[in-house]
Each structure stands twice: as structure tokens, then as C-alpha cells.
């Protein structure tokens, strides 16, 4: 019979190192892992069967079988789901975590603590956490439909064998061989702690988690010995082995909300999730009228480290009448609350549904939209201080729905929040903005940029802060697509801080002509740099800056487009200059003097490099930069 030795790739050898020798304090974890995995493969099944019922085999009796052995120190985790081939276990079970195992490295380096249960999920290695209570662990597994069986072997020491076996059945064993325990470590194979176990982790599993365990039950009546008067003389009892079922099974999406506790809400997000936090908050609803649904859903506390991996999956499981139809179901969530996990029910949905059914289904646009509105209105009700908990978490994503929800485009943009140049580091909505206005102010004033810091000292904002006007600082790439969606909030345009004229004040029109020479000379020396030099409405103590017209790319946008490998369309900007600067009076008394004064080119590129410097970009000259400062303050030193 076939069969092959593989060594485990370089990283995947270092997760499985980290996994095995990291101080771990929830052990046991490894048992919710595996019995989630056993309970996936019976539901892939269960789905399948629907349209190919032969892959039963007869057998529709679900179960997932747990046999502990206390002499051997082994542990079985056995079930009767859709097993595999020798190809998917190489596949599958061969390479750990393939396209998450570089996300899962770097997570786990940036933890200060040793490694946590929410690592172990969201990152897809949940069957090598075997490896932290085992020494060996095998998996003999035979695919539904399949005569021949696979075994995989492995001492998690940096190789792997598999090949061909006989198993009587469908489905997957997994056997552990224990590591000697040490300090506190419970015994895994005693069967209260694995009662205990089950009940907290995996209690609402929609399969029998079954064992077998000693029971007393009466002796046979001639099996029992009497004395002269007919009394029995010694045991009338004997012990024998009766299968035990650990899990209540229940729908808890199905039970009426005053039914269900606080912690069993929090097991079953953990059940779902794989994540070992409890959720910022859930959402229990059951529809009734010409359709009828039920709903579970939660906000995690915390993002998933691989929210914005192309492979990450929404997080919505659907069933009909408790029937598992799918995981990562995105038609019945919209992208921006793909951060949202949970479960629906819809028991008037076709079991043998596809998903190019689904985008076309009434009922599901139906439930979509409904789920949504609920939501969005648990995000309204926040309390204060959880809502910006949420909101640092997951307001980047939340945001998309502005450029993508036309319906309820002004309610999410009503649940954002931006720092200010006067919020003092706090959040502020755009109601509380509009409210703050000033009477004078006609517009919501904001501008975008990579990082606070830089954007709250902005030349562009040095007028706005003088009139005391407020300006958002966005520093969400998203926040570029939400000023263009969103136009307007409370009938309050929209408005630029770095793009055209801000129009605080009267220009004063006898101070510009007198310029306007100057600044054509500006121009033409830097022709080929910009489009427009002209008097500026932005700054008040720095000396230049460059803006775009209302229309244009920001210079925030055009610096994404090029991180990101695209070329941006070229755009000349605007340099503004401060003709209340002292230096420009100077400059303008060297142009009356000479026009052709050799300085004056060089003082246009230093405007202009003053102005790009003063935005965060880079100059093209440095060297030249270099020397016009020097030459200036050598001079100044001198004076």
C-alpha cells in the first residue's frame, strides 16, 4: 500500500514549534478544536447528501464519539462526516494553515503574552493545538463515497507520514497519545473533566458528542444469589459500559432570548468564532409574519488579525430549520459588517439552495435588509464609552458602507466619529460638528492625510484656526471615498482644507495686484511644477503651501495610488503664497528692483520645495535645497 514521508515547510515548522512548546494556559482548548473540526465535516456532509444521498451509506445517525483510555493515555476523537482522501489530507491536514500561517507568525510576534486560544482559531491551526497535550497524533480518515482509507502520522518533531489503511466506515478518527502531564494539567482522560469540558466549550454543537461510560445496572434474576429465605447474598448489580451524551444540542438561536443566559450567549459565540474574548455585544431576533427567520448575531470585541486577508470569510453560518446550509454566507451581510459573526435560520429557504440562487432570492434580500437595520440601530444605542471601543476597532470597514449603501448612507455616516483640531484627541460625530458650528460657518471643513499629528499642524488649516473654525482630520483611506459619497451632512457641505479658496475673509484686492508681477515671475519660473501662483486663503504664518483645485486628487490619495503600485493621473497644483510673510515683501523689493535678478528663480523653487516639505512629500533637488537655506542663513548670520 501506498505511503509517504513529508517534511513540514520552514515556517510551518515554526508555528508548529510555537504551538507545541508555547506556555499555553488553556490546554484544553485543543478538545473545542477538534470536535469544531468533527461537527464541520458531518454538516459538509449533511449538505452534500442533499443532492447525493448514496454518500450516507445508510448512516444518518450524526455523532461525534469521544474514547478516553486511561491505561494506553490516549484520546479518540472520532465522527461520521464527509472523512477525506489521501490527496485532501495532504492537502488539508499536510500543510498547516497555508495561506495563514506568515499572518498567524506575525500576530503571535506582536503578542507580549504567550499564545492565546483566539491565535489558535482565527488562524486555522486548530488541529495542531493536539499537538500541545500530545506526543503523537494520527488521523485515519476514509471519504464518503470512497473504499480505501488514509492515515496521517505525526510526532510534531518536523515530519509527517501518511498512507493508505482500511477504515469500516466514513468519516475521521483522530488519536492522541497524551505527554506526561505536568503541574496542574488536568487529566484528559478522565471523563468528568471531559464532561466538564465539553458542556463549557462545545455544549451547543448540533451533534450527539458522545461517550462511553460505566453504569450500574441490576443483575438478572438468575443471576443473583439467595440465601434459604429468598434474600440476595452479595451484589445485585453489575457495572457496564452505556454511551453517555455530553452536549445538550441545542438551537440557541431557536430559544426565546429570556431563555438563554449571558454566558451561554458567550459560549456560542465562542463555539462559532474561535474566539476566546466574549463580544462587545449580540443581537438575538426571530421574524414572524409571511416569512420567518431567527437570527443570532455578535460584534466581536476585538478585529481578527486577518480581517483584510483576501481569504478571510464573512462570518454569518446559514440554516434552514437547523439544517447547516453554509458558512461565510456574504449575501446576507454587506461588506462593511463583514466583522459581524453569527447564525440565521431561515426555515423557508430550499435546503439544495446554491449561491448563485442566494443573490437572487427575495427572502434573502429580505433578511439582509433587516439584519442591517437591527444593526445599525444596536449601534445607535450604544452607550457612549462601548460604542468608541467598537468604533476604534471597527470603524474603518463600518465607513465603507457610506460610499456603498446608498439606503443608509446618512445613518452609518452618523455613526462616525473624527478627532478634530479641537477635540483634544476625543471622537466627535458629524452631528456634534454640526452643532459646534460656528454662526459665520457655512461649511464642514476637513482634511486627509496619513497621521494626526502632521494634519492637526498643517499649514492649510492656519486661517481655519484663527477663524476658530473646527476641521475633521481623516486619516481612514476609506475617509477619501466618504467625502465623495457623502457631499453633504444636515445640509452642510463638504469642504476641503487644502483644495481651492476657502473664502473666510474679504480678499483684499489693492495688495494682490501689487503682487500679481511677482507672482506671474513665480509662475514662469516654475512652469513646468505648477499651475497657478496666487495669493493664499489658507496660510497666516507659513510662508507657502500647495493646493488643488476642488476637483482634484488629493495629495493624500495620489500617495495610496502610488503605494500601491498604480501611477496617478499627473496634476499640477496650486502654490499659494503668504503676502503678509516679511520674506515676501523682501523678495518682491528684489523684483522691483531687477526682474531678471538671478535670485528670483532661485527663491521659486524654494518657495515651492518650503511648500512640499510642509505637506510631508519630497523634494526633487535636495542638494540645491540644501545650499539656498545655508546661503540664507549665512547671510542672516552675518546681518
Known sequence: MKKETFAFKTEVQQLLNLIVHSLYSNKEIFLRELISNASDAIDKLRFKAQTQPELLENDSDFRIRITPDGIKQTIEISDNGIGMTYDEVIENIGTIAKSGTAAFLEALSKQQASLTPELIGQFGVGFYSAFMVAEKVTLLTR??????????????????????????????????????????DPDFTDRWTIRRIVKQHSDFVSYPIVMDVEKEEPLPENEIIKDKDGKPIGKTTRTVMAEETLNSMKAIWLKD????????????????SHDWKAPLAHLHMKF????????????????????????????????????????DCEELMPEYFRFVKGVVD????????????????????????????KLLELLEGMEGETYEKFYAEFGPILKIGIHTDMDNRH????????????????????????????????EIYYITGENLTALMNSPHLERLKEKDFEVLLMVDPIDEWVVQALNEFDGKPFKSA?????????????????????????????????????????????????????????IFMERMLKATGQKPPEIKRVLEINMDHPVMTKIKAIYDADRNDPLLQEYSHLLYD??????????????????????????????
Open 143 to 184: 471519504a464518503a463515497g470512497q473504499g480505501t482509507a488514509t492515515l496521517w502520522t505525526s510526532n510534531g518533531d518536523g515530519s509527517y507520514t501518511i498512507e493508505e489503511a482500511e477504515r469500516p466506515s466514513r468519516g475521521t478518527t483522530i488519536t492522541l497519545y497524551l505527554k506526561k502531564r505536568e503541574n496542574d
Open 411 to 442: 445613518r452609518i455616516a452618523a455613526l462616525a466619529r473624527y478627532k478634530t483640531t479641537k477635540s483634544e484627541g476625543k471622537w466627535v460625530s458629524l452631528k456634534d460638528y454640526v452643532a459646534n458650528m460656528k454662526p459665520d460657518q457655512k
Open 288 to 327: 414572524e409574519g409571511t416569512t420567518e427567520y431567527s437570527a443570532l448575531l455578535y460584534i466581536p470585541e476585538q478585529m481578527p488579525f486577518d480581517l483584510f486577508a483576501p481569504e478571510h470569510k464573512h462570518g454569518i453560518q446559514l440554516y434552514c430549520k437547523r439544517v447547516f446550509i453554509m458558512d
Open 257 to 272: 432570548k429570556k431563555d438563554v443566559t449571558q454566558e451561554e450567549y458567550e459560549e456560542f459565540y465562542k463555539h462559532i
Open 610 to 639: 518650503m511648500a512640499l516639505i510642509g505637506e510631508g512629500g519630497k523634494i526633487d533637488n535636495p542638494s540645491r535645497f540644501h545650499r539656498l537655506i545655508g546661503g540664507l542663513m549665512d547671510a542672516s548670520l552675518k546681518a
Open 498 to 554: 487644502e483644495k481651492g479658496d476657502l473664502e473666510t475673509e474679504a480678499p483684499d484686492k489693492s495688495k494682490e495686484e501689487a503682487f500679481n508681477a511677482l507672482f506671474g515671475c513665480i509662475k514662469a519660473n516654475l512652469d513646468d511644477k505648477v499651475k497657478e501662483v496666487k495669493p493664499s486663503t489658507h496660510l497666516k504664518d507659513s510662508l507657502s503651501c500647495l493646493s488643488g483645485n476642488p476637483y482634484d486628487m488629493s
Open 346 to 373: 431561515a426555515p423557508d429557504l430550499n435546503l439544495n439552495i446554491s449561491r448563485e440562487i442566494l443573490q437572487q432570492d427575495r427572502l434573502v434580500a429580505n433578511i439582509r435588509k433587516n439584519l442591517v437595520k
